[in-house]
């Protein structure tokens, strides 16, 4: 319950920011299944790899500049790892776009401040 609760006060310090979170979160938990999926669909018997454009499908564009490191034809394991943090990279761009500016603080003495109210005296 404790990171929910973090979570929440992270995103409600921005102006958009729990639009912002769906958006983002969203698209981190397509690109998590679609490695998923390819994951356990190029270990099918006969399978001969398509699968992974799936995968270069939803990454995109930034996975396209991927294809030109001569990493990904040795290791298809470090290529879906390497999509897969392409992809959760876009997310965190779409957080940063989506979210907003922050807001600006609450006044001292205003309830939720956390500065208690000190009586002030009279002249």
Do not use: H
């Not at 490695?35 to 001969?48: A, F, K, L, M, W």
């Not at 470090?78 to 897969?84: E, G, R, W």
């Amino acid at each position: 319950m404790r990171p929910m609760r973090a979570v929440s006060r992270y995103v409600s310090r921005y102006d958009r920011g729990t639009f912002a979170l769906v958006i983002a979160g969203s698209y981190a938990l397509l690109v998590i299944a679609a490695t998923g999926y390819v994951e356990i669909s190029t270990r099918q018997p006969g399978s001969q790899g398509l699968e992974a454009l799936v995968l270069l499908a939803i990454t995109s564009p930034t996975s396209q500049l991927l294809i030109f490191l001569p990493v990904a034809s040795f290791n298809p394991t470090i290529s879906l790892l390497m999509y897969t943090v392409t992809g959760l990279f876009q997310a965190w761009i779409l957080w940063l776009i989506a979210r907003g500016r922050r807001k600006s603080t609450a006044p001292a003495g205003a309830p939720g401040s956390g500065m208690t109210d000190v009586p002030t005296r009279e002249p």
